[in-house]
């Protein structure tokens, strides 16, 4: 029975492993720099928004904490006031940033933490303990807490994540926002552009007769963009299904220009007026000015609508209450040179697609800022009232598209068929060194843009190199992706090339080249995914050298360009070695089962070499920083949990006491505490009660969980034999009644079955039972009888508040042996005989009854021991209870 059940407990767990196996959900975070939105994709949970403990549809971007408790969303963001220098917030300025570049001062100036820069030259922020948590971190712990949120809404583990990124985010950015998703213990679906995003929430609902291309203009935090995309609907030409293509045809962007930037200028409104007023500089104090930046996101909002504030904070600073009122002209005034620069990436959108305004038949606008009346106007003046489209969700069309995009690509959902093309909008080129044509010659330096802007992400583009050695690529933006931040992304060596030269040289090949592959992945990171020598063997033929002469001897190198399938977003750049032997290793395999086919054409040779990357500039975290990042964040929710689990030991714990107290305060005297206590118990109770007061209250502060739960078992100790007293009152009356109906039913049994037995005899026909078998249930009933009835007779006597003389457990295992020895016995059949439950016997058909049988004592062998014997219920076989008024009766005799 127990390994059945062990069995039974293993297949099930394997088998609904598999389904939520296969099922996966998708994750889905928009990750901005003043509010997160996140979205989960699992079938059976709604698709929407995941919302946090407070309901709330977007989620503030901060962490902070509070002495030792760490916050986030609304929580953390109330707390900048309180603990400015705890309070971490616009993280997403500092992604990837050089601890030397300029956003990090105009980072200085928007929020109160501390930075400094961190082991690879970025930026670290410093709580006021002295802690440094590299921004990937803190970014790693509000991607956590949304893992959290959405595995209590998914009820299952989330591991999947496809996160939107600016599209103009570089290499090095999308490294840090794919190093804090794995921190956060999740893995990479995919990045994808925001706009892009937004794009897939548009086309969900709508089918385009004939191509459109529309503008999405996203006026955020921290920048504006501006994407063009065409939407065409087509039928598949094999499968006949409708189908949108969503192609982005350009990018125009400032990332300078944003929320963060209005918000600054208020705020500077509100110092000016604070120190003319007081003639103190609030700048120099912290909470002052935190306050304040939290004073100017209000005022801005409340502008978008009227035409003046009145701000009145008490206690800015130095107890100075600060009064003062902000009308929209002023803040028009201060932010006037701004109004360019966000219709400005409407016009570069628009170049790079090689489109005019003519060409768009809406403007669809998303982004928080995107609600001011001054960039309204600004948008109006610039596209036309009649092109400007509100028919998206500004703050949640981005997580939904990213959503709906990140179940596509999992494959695991049956989606609404679209297909996405995106661009990359930096231009990236390669350069090495030309082979040296002389010992003593300068090398010369080789550029080639490899992927202009505007490049398909998802391609993969082979280059092709006349080399006898190993050599440097080096990767590198043509421009400067933001000020301050290095062009260089990395420098791949090619190793093991002389060899497989010489190699393939020796075996005759004609002119040995090197050939690269550059992949730009479809989450937009940059790899040399694959390099090997290549190399035809000679073939003898006239044909064959004529076909031989591959690259012509021309010196120049050449690219050609492949589709990429949908390599995972950072490919090879982390651990390039193993995974490029291994790539290589399957072409050149590939090659060989070629061959073999086409045994006349010539030979091809592929000889795999090494490819090592170096990061010179801003590294990703490392292998080891990484798991050492993600013990930190372990470690924080390890203490947390614990920390959870006291105050929880500690709550149990009072409440404990306050119920006690209660019982022994309690005035009714027949309470069930009381009737089931002496006096002598209650005064020991009341003892340790005062005692566990006065120990919770001098030393609960500081006691461990261990503590809580020993002091409460001490009381409980002494308080369970009051418990198991008044149990035992309770259950009394239904174990009597079930110990009275067994005996009653072995009663009628035995009646009924002698009588049968004594026709059977008479008639000189088989019997089920013998005689010995009857007197030996007689037996056990009467040791039942006489059990019961001396110590129920004893229990009378006992008061509620001694301990009771029989158990009740005592009495249903005793009324159980009766039961087993009865059931035995009931089951045994006489073979092909219809058994029915007993009632009123008739003579008539038990005489015919053993005619029909075989051999009854034979078959009744087998029958003795039927499968869960003694089970109670289900067995159609049991006797059936009485229900009528005869146990009512027997238990008043009682
Ligand atoms: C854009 O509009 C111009 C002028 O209206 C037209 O000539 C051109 O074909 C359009 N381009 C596309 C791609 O629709
Ligand atoms: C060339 O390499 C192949 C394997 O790639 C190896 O089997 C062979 O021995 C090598 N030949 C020479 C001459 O090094
Ligand atoms: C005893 O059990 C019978 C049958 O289950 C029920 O009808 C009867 O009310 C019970 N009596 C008591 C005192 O529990
Ligand atoms: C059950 O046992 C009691 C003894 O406690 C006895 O008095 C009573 O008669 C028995 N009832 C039946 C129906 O046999
Ligand atoms: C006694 O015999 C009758 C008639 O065959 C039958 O219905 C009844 O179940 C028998 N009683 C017992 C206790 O087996």
Not at 519 to 525: D, H, M, Q, R
Not at 612 to 634: E, H
Not at 731 to 747: D, G, H, K
């Amino acid at each position: 029975m127990r390994l059945l059940t062990f069995w039974g407990l293993i297949s099930l767990s394997v088998l609904s492993w598999l389904p939520q196996f296969a099922l996966a959900s998708v994750l889905a975070i928009d990750y901005g720099n003043d509010f997160i939105k996140a979205s989960l994709m699992k079938p059976g949970v709604p698709f929407d928004v995941l919302l946090n403990k407070d309901s709330k549809r977007k989620i503030s971007s901060v962490v902070s904490w509070k002495r030792d408790d760490r916050l986030f969303g609304q929580d953390a963001f109330n707390l900048a006031s309180r603990f400015p220098a705890d309070t971490f917030s616009s993280l997403k300025l500092l992604q990837a940033a050089p601890f030397d570049a300029p956003v990090v001062s105009y980072y200085s100036k928007v929020a109160t933490a501390e930075v400094s820069e961190s082991e690879r030259k970025t930026v670290s922020l410093k709580r006021s303990d002295g802690t440094e948590w590299e921004v990937e971190e803190l970014v790693a712990m509000q991607f956590a807490y949304i893992k959290h949120l959405a595995e209590l809404v998914a009820n299952e583990k989330v591991v999947d994540v496809i996160v939107t990124v600016p599209p103009y985010y570089s290499q090095f950015e999308r490294d840090a926002v794919a190093d804090a998703i794995e921190v956060a213990g999740l893995r990479t679906l995919a990045l994808i552009n925001d706009g892009t995003a937004v794009a897939v929430n548009y086309a969900m609902t709508r089918t385009f007769a004939t191509p459109e291309y529309h503008i999405i203009y996203d006026a955020g935090a921290s920048a504006v963009v501006a994407t063009v995309s065409s939407f065409t609907t087509a039928a598949d030409p094999k499968t006949g299904a409708k189908g949108t293509h969503i192609a982005v045809a350009g990018v125009g962007y400032d990332r300078h220009t944003g929320g963060i930037e209005f918000d600054r200028r208020v705020r500077e409104i509100l110092v000016e007026a604070f120190n003319a007023k007081h003639h103190k500089d609030i700048r120099q104090d912290k909470r002052g000015m935190a306050k304040l930046w939290r004073e100017a996101q209000r005022v801005k909002a409340i502008l978008s609508a009227n035409t003046e504030v009145v701000t009145n904070i008490e206690s800015l600073a130095w107890d100075i209450d600060f009064k003062t009122k902000t009308t929209r002209q002023q803040f028009e005034a201060a932010c006037e040179d701004l109004k360019v620069d966000f219709t400005k990436p409407i016009d570069d959108a628009l170049a790079s697609a090689g489109l005019t305004l003519d060409n768009i038949t809406s403007v669809i606008l998303t982004g928080g800022s995107t609600r001011m009346p001054m960039i309204q106007a600004a948008l109006k003046e610039k596209v036309g009232l009649d092109k400007i489209a509100t028919n998206v969700n500004a703050d949640e069309a981005a997580v939904l598209g990213a959503a709906l995009h990140g179940a596509s690509l999992s494959r695991q959902f049956k989606t609404k068929p679209i297909k996405v093309t995106d661009i990359y909008v930096h231009d990236i080129q390669v350069s090495y060194f030309a082979a040296a044509s002389s010992a003593n010659a300068r090398p010369r330096s080789i550029t080639t843009t490899i992927f202009p802007a505007g490049s398909k992400v998802g391609t993969k583009k082979v280059l092709t190199f006349k080399r006898k050695e190993d050599f440097t690529l080096f990767l590198d933006y043509k421009k400067e992706i933001a000020p301050g931040f290095p062009t260089r992304m990395l420098e791949v060596e090619l190793g093991g090339v002389t060899e497989a030269i010489a190699n393939l040289t020796e075996r005759g090949a004609v002119d040995p080249v090197v050939k690269a592959t550059l992949t730009l992945s479809e989450s937009g990171f940059v790899s040399v995914s694959d390099a090997f020598a290549y190399g035809e063997i000679k073939d003898e033929s006239i044909s064959g050298k004529l076909k031989g002469l591959f690259g012509g001897g021309s010196s120049s190198d050449e690219i050609t360009t492949e589709s990429a399938d949908n390599t995972p977003p950072r490919d090879s750049s982390t651990d390039s070695e193993s995974s490029s032997t291994s790539a290589s290793s399957s072409s050149s395999s590939s090659a060989a089962a070629a061959k073999e086919t086409k045994p006349a054409a010539p030979v091809e040779n592929k000889i795999p070499l090494s490819i090592d990357v170096k990061f010179t500039t801003i590294p990703p975290m490392t292998v080891n920083q990484k798991k050492k990042s993600r013990s930190r964040l372990r470690a924080i929710d390890a203490e947390e949990s614990a920390k959870t689990r006291r105050e929880e030991a500690r709550n149990t714990f009072e409440s404990y006491l306050y119920r006690l107290r209660d019982l022994l305060e309690d005035e009714h005297s027949d309470t069930p505490f009381k009737k089931c206590s002496q006096t002598k118990e209650r005064r020991e109770i009341a003892d340790k009660l005062q005692e566990s007061f006065t120990w919770l209250n001098e030393r609960g502060e500081l006691a461990e969980t261990s503590q809580f739960l020993d002091k409460r078992i001490a009381l409980e100790t002494l308080e369970r034999p009051i418990i198991h007293r008044y149990q035992e009152i309770e259950a009394f009356p239904q174990a009597l009644n079930n110990s009275q109906m067994w005996n009653w039913s072995t009663r009628l049994f035995l009646q009924e079955a002698r009588q049968n037995l004594t026709a059977e005899i008479a008639a000189d026909l088989p019997s089920k039972w013998t005689k010995e078998e009857l007197d030996g249930l007689e037996k056990t009933l009467r040791e039942h009888e006489s059990w019961l009835g001396e110590w129920v007779e004893k229990q009378k006597s006992v008061k509620p508040n001694e301990d009771p003389v029989i158990e009740t457990t005592e009495m249903k295992a005793r009324a159980k042996v009766l039961e087993n020895h009865l059931q035995k016995l009931y089951r045994r059949k006489v073979p092909k005989a219809v058994k029915k439950p007993k009632t009123t016997t008739t003579t008539s058909t038990a005489a015919e009854e053993p005619l029909e049988t075989g051999s009854p004592d034979g078959e009744s062998g087998s029958e003795d021991a039927p499968e869960g014997f003694g089970d109670e219920g289900s067995s159609e076989n049991q006797i059936p209870l009485q229900e009528e008024g005869d146990g009512e009766r027997e238990h008043d005799e009682l």
